[in-house]
T-cell receptor
Framework: SQTIHQWPATLVQPVGSPLSLECTVE??????LYWYRQAAGRGLQLLFY??????ISSEVPQNLSASRPQDRQFILSSKKLLLSDSGFYLC????????????FGQGTRLTVV | AQTVTQSQPEMSVQEAETVTLSCTYD???????LFWYKQPPSRQMILVIR??????QNATENRFSVNFQKAAKSFSLKISDSQLGDTAMYFC????????????FGTGTRLTIIP
């Protein structure tokens, strides 16, 4: 069966520090991968999505970046965090071809102080 | 550009009553899929129901059903016989079929079921 792992679960980082959030999927190959951010009381903002290695689309131009070093690994990074980067970050995967359900990780609560 | 709009930030309803959550979307594509996801206080996202745009018949899953109006680009969720466990954030989502794979979510509706 397929599983998705996202870590860490919580993170408190000072302004200006780097960020690395990791997401891995097991039990499938060539998944679509997504990073979302959910600010307090708000909807899911799509940050990045990837339909394959070296195929990453950015939805929100800001100080975040994403990489996919392996087929089932998706990393969200920042060189210097801002206060506005605080939020709940969710990784998700789907098998693609439109219809299939997206499965989400447990999320990372990031607080930038 | 793909956009999804949920105009009801918060709703509440008495237990056992019926509630309808609204969602509208905008796309120039003809083939796409629509979803409703539920996010309970645990924050785990759960698929509630999905609808293929090429199907005219509205999808149903037990107490959950949708009213899909393609011409109006409307996709509402009806919850019948609401239960306390239905208390959650509900997100409408949209994906274009083939070649795009961008899964876009609305801003969500916070639904509270009152005992």
């Amino acid at each position: 069966s397929q599983t998705i792992h996202q870590w860490p679960a919580t993170l408190v980082q000072p302004v200006g520090s780097p960020l690395s959030l990791e997401c891995t999927v097991e039990g499938t190959s060539n998944p679509n991968l997504y990073w979302y951010r959910q600010a307090a009381g708000r909807g899911l903002q799509l940050l990045f999505y990837s339909i394959g290695i070296d195929q990453i689309s950015s939805e929100v131009p800001q100080n975040l970046s994403a990489s996919r070093p392996q087929d089932r690994q998706f990393i969200l990074s920042s060189k210097k965090l801002l206060l506005s980067d605080s939020g709940f970050y969710l990784c998700a995967w789907s098998q693609g071809v439109g219809d299939t359900e997206a499965f989400f990780g447990q999320g990372t609560r990031l607080t930038v102080v | 550009a793909q956009t999804v709009t949920q105009s009801q930030p918060e709703m509440s309803v008495q237990e056992a009553e019926t509630v309808t959550l609204s969602c509208t979307y905008d796309t120039s594509e003809n083939n796409y899929y629509l979803f409703w996801y539920k996010q309970p206080p645990s924050r785990q996202m759960i698929l509630v129901i999905r609808q293929e745009a090429y199907k005219q018949q509205n999808a149903t899953e037990n107490r959950f059903s949708v009213n899909f109006q393609k011409a109006a680009k409307s996709f509402s969720l009806k919850i019948s016989d609401s239960q306390l466990g239905d208390t959650a954030m509900y997100f409408c989502a949209f994906i274009v079929n083939f070649g795009n794979e961008k899964l876009t979510f609305g801003t969500g509706t916070r639904l509270t079921i009152i005992p």
